[in-house]
T-cell receptor
């Protein structure tokens, strides 16, 4: 079955540590996205990538980094510079832009900073 | 800047009654509009979208939405609610320009269907 796989589902981190969230898709989609979800705030875009080896900052990119070395993979690193990293992180993909095609989401990764 | 508003944090409805989840948008041009649903600790699932054409859009699980350009609204509706419809619903908008990758989400509305 085609879809998006995020791992790990739950992750605990000590303050000052970097952590990388994995996102893999087998839908052959060109575009991939990372969103952050906090209670009562909806989804906010962190980074997105339209093609391999290219990505753009979203609304809340500070303290995060990404790479897009393969079409199927779009890992997100939450760095120690992110002031409040505890959140639910969602990876998504789309065939091309979001103007006509819907987003396909992974099941999410919940990061808790201890 | 574009924005999407969902004025109700929570909507309660009795099973079998019609439901409406409200959404208004502030997006220039001719926006494309979407509804997504999220069950607890899961990713979002696409329900329906409006691109152009008929103002009444039908989607998954018996949901439909009505686009109203003059009121800049895109309310989600269902004629008869099920307990299994209880979830968090998100409205989203895109400027509608070619190749646009920015999708703006509302803050979400929690729907509770009471047996």
């Amino acid at each position: 079955d085609g879809g998006i796989t995020q791992s790990p589902k739950y992750l605990f981190r000590k303050e000052g540590q970097n952590v990388t969230l994995s996102c893999e898709q087998n839908l052959n989609h060109d575009a991939m996205y990372w969103y952050r979800q906090d209670p009562g705030q909806g989804l906010r875009l962190i980074y997105y990538s339209q093609i391999v080896n290219d990505f753009q900052k979203g609304d809340i990119a500070e303290g995060y980094s990404v790479s897009r070395e393969k079409k199927e993979s779009f890992p997100l690193t939450v760095t120690s510079a992110q002031k409040n990293p505890t959140a639910f992180y969602l990876c998504a993909s789309s065939m091309s832009g979001t103007n006509t095609g819907e987003l396909f989401f992974g099941e999410g990764s919940r990061l808790t900073v201890l | 800047a574009q924005s999407v508003a969902q004025p109700e944090d929570q909507v309660n409805v009795a099973e079998g009654n019609p439901l409406t989840v409200k959404c208004t948008y502030s997006v220039s041009g001719n926006p494309y509009l979407f509804w997504y649903v999220q069950y607890p600790n899961r990713g979002l699932q696409f329900l329906l979208k409006y691109i152009t054409g008929d103002n009444l859009v039908k989607g998954s699980y018996g949901f439909e939405a009505e686009f109203n350009k003059s009121q800049t609204s895109f309310h989600l509706k269902k004629p008869s609610a099920l307990v299994s419809d209880s979830a968090l619903y998100f409205c989203a908008a895109n400027p509608g320009t070619a190749g646009s990758y920015q999708l703006t989400f509302g803050k979400g509305t929690k729907l509770s269907v009471i047996p």
